[in-house]
């Protein structure tokens, strides 16, 4: 048999035996660098999200809005955009705040709002702008030790951090209080 045709069977049969033997597939377990990725990714997303909260009583307490969600639950963390957050107490007072950006800390059921943050007091018209407001989800206070400016009417209020107890309606200023009072006509 000549041996160029000879040449040509075997490397034919070398492929499809190669093409029959050979199935390339995805490692069964990843590498150290792809499993550390995979643990910073987000378990869940949530688009629009709502949740509400009920005491013992089946009384409301809150309502948790946001534009997205981001669950990381190996951290205890959740990632929220323009999240809003309302706290009713049982006499109807309520509170509203928001913000651009928010964590949820699910270990100590903590609501995180960062950047251009609003609390307000529903009733009364109080405003409190601040840049980051961290909101005690059990107990409904809000605290921050950055500079807050809260008006109301035409007063208004500067401080280097605040307190904010809303289920008694009460507001603690921390250093450097300066105010502007309007007299009322």
């Known amino acids: 048999m000549p ?8 490397a034919i049969t070398l492929l499809v035996a190669a093409g029959y033997f050979w199935r390339p597939q995805t490692a069964g377990t990843p ?6 990725r995979q643990r910073e990714l987000p378990q869940t997303y949530l688009q629009r999200v709502r949740a509400w909260s009920f005491d013992e009583q089946g009384r409301l307490t809150d309502i948790v809005e ?27 007072k ?21 950047k251009d943050v609003v609390l307000v007091h529903d009733q009364s018209g109080t405003r409190l702008d601040t840049h980051a407001l961290d909101i005690d989800l059990d107990q409904q206070v809000a605290t921050s030790d950055r500079r ?20 008694d309606e009460t507001i603690i200023m921390k250093p ?10």
């Open 3 to 10: 041996r160029l045709p000879l040449q040509i069977l075997l």
């Open 31 to 36: 590498d150290v660098q792809t499993t550390q």
């Open 66 to 92: 946001a534009k997205q969600l981001e669950q990381f639950p190996r951290r205890n963390l959740s990632l929220i955009s323009q999240p809003r957050y309302y706290a009713h107490s049982g006499d109807d």
């Open 94 to 114: 309520t509170w509203s705040a928001s913000a651009a950006r928010g964590r949820g800390d699910d270990r100590r059921n903590r609501l995180l709002l960062r």
């Open 148 to 167: 807050v400016t809260v008006v109301q009417g035409n007063n208004r209020t500067v401080a280097d951090g605040i307190e904010v107890r809303m289920e």
């Open 176 to 185: 450097n209080v300066e105010s502007i009072y309007a007299q009322l006509p």
